[in-house]
């Protein structure tokens, strides 16, 4: 979760001199982030520096990074006409280019040391930053429009969908050797809503994903759903057509794996504001977090992103505990 990023003083040193979404939009830059955290920790994977936003960017709309504040869309959605001015006939392959082309960058810069991870927002995600014009804790206006608005909802995020399946396929054909879509805003719905406006479009993703990429010669390569708080539908998503299932630090490991089933591997789950608390104690945390999981099917991993104000000698103390006990662990089983 965020392996590339603020928490790092070498990528702040890069922000000094460029802005965010210029580092996303230049190959060049977004290889060097992405490279930062794997020459300084022993990680398992890089996940490709880039934006869940760029998505709505493609479509035509403007979004700027404001310092303190986060994302923010000049000119959100307000009401359903305001979709004739999004832009129709995305080309990932054209209008999302650099990210392609920062992915084989970064594969052949990283010369098989580990594997790159490429990612996408979901549907519902982008349409809520989309509505709201930035973050928002009760997503409200955008919730709005799935009860008001539910037929411009619904074309909404069917046009996400089309731009998200290409944008994911074209990122495996650049090189990305396993895909994550992040559902970040799933925990505002409740399972009714999560069912009828997220669910069905997260399903045509993996389908359509990996049916394109068998078309085109490909094999299709692994896929990670992450819904956060999304405890209302873990099910659903166990069977929603992806390998692993990414779960939030607000869930208890076992329940997470009884929701899933045995055949799904899970990815999660610390707190990552227990990255705050001393080395000897995230130790301890990651323990207690292995034995919970098990090792088998499970990737180890925060609950979510990680804040610009950590320490990096305790994400290096997390991934070394993480390695410690898992092998203590499969040694002793």
Known sequence: MRQAGRYLPEFQEVRKEHSFFEVCQTPELACEVTL???RRFALDAAIIFSDILVVPQALGMQVDMVPGKGPS???????PSDLEKLKKDVVASKDLKYVMDAITLTRHKLEGKCPLIGFSGAPWTLMSYMVEGGGSVTQSKAKRW????????????QLLTDVIVDYLVQQVMAGAQLLQLFESHAGVLGSAMFSK????????ISTRVKKNLEDQGCTPVPMVIFGKDAHHSMEE?????????GVDWTIKPQRARRMVGPSLTLQGNLDPCALYASNDDIGRYVKDMLQK???QRY???????????MDPDHLKAFIDAVHMYSEDINANN
């Open 293 to 295: 999981f098990g090792t």
């Open 73 to 79: 869309f000049p000119e959100p959605l307000a009401e």
């Open 299 to 309: 990737i180890a991993n925060l609950g979510h992103g990680m804040y610009p104000d």
């Open 197 to 204: 406006f997220a669910l069905p479009y997260l399903r045509q």
């Open 237 to 245: 998503l166990a069977e929603s057509g992806y390998e692993v299932v």
């Open 36 to 38: 930062q955290p794997i």
């Open 146 to 157: 799935l009860y008001v608005f539910p037929e411009a909802s619904h074309q909404l995020l």
